[in-house]
């Protein structure tokens, strides 16, 4: 009686190797490390993100390739993405501060803005109870003015923000009756007139504006308020 010989085993296809490693936890996990780097680097590359996430893609990427898995490329994807958002920071930076700290002072201007407005309006109120201008802020406050109405936004520490004549009642309405203190805005400031039209100027504008012969005596007591 002859034997059967025997049957040799069954060789795994590629794909079912494949299939195989794929399924080992080791290679799960390393698939899951990779895939979390590549989008911490795609994450990284917005700039409101920025070094946080590059930081994190990095380690990922290392700790993916660390496993020695196969196809390693969403983790070197991630670390090449990483790497560039770091690389591009200061970049980001030079380009997105400057509009910060642009939008910044514009917001303060608009606040300093609101607040001579509300001076404004309590000089007329004023005026219209005892008929005449006051003749200095500690009225104003007496007469309901928020005190924190007198500072710069953000500079409290700084004190007084603004400057202010009592002008006279036939004063022309283009008269300058109020504005802010030198200092607090590099560019200009914000200027106060007798009929309560409020204008943010440039210093040459302004510098104009007081050389008229009706802000002559406005014009004189700021010098002599701020100094040469």
Known sequence: MTSTPPIPPVQPTAYQQQTIVATQPGYRKSAK??????????????????????????????MALAKKRPKPGLA??????????????????????????RARESARR???MTNLSGIGKEILMYDAEYNQYPQQ??????????????YYPGKRESGVAYFY?????DAPAETIMACEKAGFDKEGRNVLFVDRNLQWMTS??????????????????????EGP
């Open 165 to 169: 004549l009592a002008p006279a009642k």
């Open 76 to 101: 070197i994807t991630g670390i090449i993405l990483s790497g560039l958002s770091i690389l591009a920071l200061p970049l980001t930076v030079s380009i997105m501060l400057p509009a910060v700290m």
């Open 204 to 225: 040459d504008e302004f510098a104009e504006a007081l050389a008229k012969p009706h802000n002559a005596k406005f014009a004189k007591a700021l010098k002599l308020a």
């Open 110 to 112: 608009t606040v300093s």
């Open 137 to 150: 802020f500690s009225q104003l406050i007496e007469n309901g003015l928020a005190k924190g109405t007198l």
């Open 33 to 62: 490390l990779s895939i979390a780097a590549i989008i911490m680097g795609i994450i990284a590359l917005v700039p409101i993100f920025g070094l946080l996430f590059a930081l994190l893609g990095l380690i990922f990427g290392i």
